[in-house]
């Protein structure tokens, strides 16, 4: 199963996987949902964070459950991202210093799901076997569609010129004001499988702090990623994908509100 590709750069609204190559033409995998912003009908896009370690035994089954259960949903109604950390060669300060933020002093180990943030967190394997942690993954996963959205996000900006440049507004559409929100993204690049989720986060950006928003309120944010798009693939003739997810999180009960 492959995700279209278009060469063109489109507005899309709510929480958007971004793709492109390394080459310099950009490609957007475009995911539009109910953009009807009187109501508060816009779902909730569910941002699954899978930490893993490379000499984790048991994260293949959680990654094999998870990465299922990407495709049967697809990306308008689930987003999973794959965060290495403790020095396996895959991780970077970034992905270390969020697993930190989540965990605190608490538990720690592999692999350990962060469902919408600290909504649900799910460590280690719920089940002895894979047909259990597809269902105990998909049940925390499906309670989280029932939940609303008071946030629509939209990326109708991504400029090519240096750099890539992502713009885009989060606005609050349900009638009270929200606060102590941040809006964030990842930049993940995808692996030598043919898996879309074979792939790991190589960039995560700062916060950047949303003021208290207002019913009907918009925050406008701006990105810049650090991460190089002139790789090695480059110069072998291939091409490294990369896809980016932008999401708005509570800083203060790290809830992810819309991704």
Same mark, same amino acid.
């Given at each position: 199963?492959?995700?279209?590709?278009?060469?063109?750069?489109?507005?899309?609204?709510?929480?958007?996987?971004?793709?492109? &190559? *390394?080459?310099?033409? $950009?490609?957007?995998?475009? %995911?539009?949902?109910?953009?009807?912003? =009187?109501?508060? /009908?816009?779902? +909730?896009?569910?941002?699954?964070?899978?930490?893993?370690?490379?000499?984790?035994?048991?994260?293949?089954?959680?990654?094999?459950?998870?990465?299922?259960?990407?495709?049967?949903?697809? &990306? *308008?109604?689930?987003? $999973?991202?794959?965060?290495? %950390?403790?020095?396996?060669?895959?991780? =970077?300060?970034? /992905?270390?210093? +969020?697993?930190?933020?989540?965990?605190?002093?608490?538990?720690?180990?592999?692999?350990?799901?962060?469902?919408?943030?600290?909504?649900?967190?799910?460590?280690?394997?719920?089940?002895?076997?894979?047909?259990?942690?597809?269902?105990?993954?998909?049940?925390?996963?499906?309670?989280?569609? =029932?939940?609303?959205?008071?946030?629509?996000?939209?990326?109708?900006?991504?400029?090519?010129?240096?750099?890539?440049?992502?713009?885009?507004?989060?606005?609050?559409?349900?009638?009270?004001?929200?606060?102590?929100?941040?809006?964030?993204?990842?930049?993940?690049?995808?692996?030598?499988?043919?898996?879309?989720?074979?792939?790991?986060?190589?960039?995560?950006?700062?916060?950047?702090?949303?003021?208290?928003?207002?019913?009907?309120?918009?925050?406008?944010?701006?990105?810049?990623?650090?991460?190089?798009?002139?790789?090695?693939?480059?110069?072998?003739?291939?091409?490294?994908?990369?896809?980016?997810?932008?999401?708005?999180?509570?800083?203060?009960?790290?809830?992810?509100?819309?991704?």
């Amino acid at each position: 199963m492959k995700i279209n590709k278009i060469t063109s750069i489109s507005v899309f609204l709510i929480i958007l996987l971004l793709a492109w &190559t *390394s080459s310099s033409t $950009l490609t957007l995998g475009v %995911f539009a949902q109910n953009t009807d912003s =009187t109501s508060k /009908t816009v779902p +909730r896009t569910v941002l699954a964070e899978l930490f893993v370690q490379e000499e984790c035994l048991t994260c293949p089954t959680a990654e094999f459950c998870l990465e299922d259960l990407a495709w049967e949903y697809g &990306t *308008s109604k689930f987003i $999973l991202v794959e965060e290495h %950390f403790w020095g396996d060669g895959y991780d =970077t300060l970034e /992905t270390n210093a +969020r697993y930190n933020w989540y965990v605190g002093n608490g538990k720690k180990g592999t692999p350990d799901l962060f469902i919408n943030g600290l909504t649900n967190r799910l460590q280690g394997l719920p089940c002895d076997c894979v047909e259990g942690n597809y269902e105990c993954y998909k049940d925390a996963i499906e309670e989280e569609f =029932t939940q609303p959205s008071f946030l629509e996000l939209s990326v109708p900006k991504t400029i090519i010129e240096a750099d890539y440049i992502i713009e885009g507004t989060v606005k609050n559409i349900s009638d009270t004001p929200l606060k102590d929100l941040a809006v964030c993204g990842m930049v993940g690049k995808e692996g030598d499988g043919s898996s879309l989720y074979n792939n790991y986060i190589q960039d995560i950006f700062p916060f950047q702090n949303i003021p208290t928003l207002l019913p009907g309120g918009t925050f406008s944010f701006k990105f810049v990623p650090k991460i190089s798009f002139t790789t090695e693939s480059e110069i072998d003739g291939e091409e490294d994908v990369l896809h980016l997810v932008v999401f708005v999180q509570n800083t203060e009960t790290k809830e992810v509100l819309q991704a």
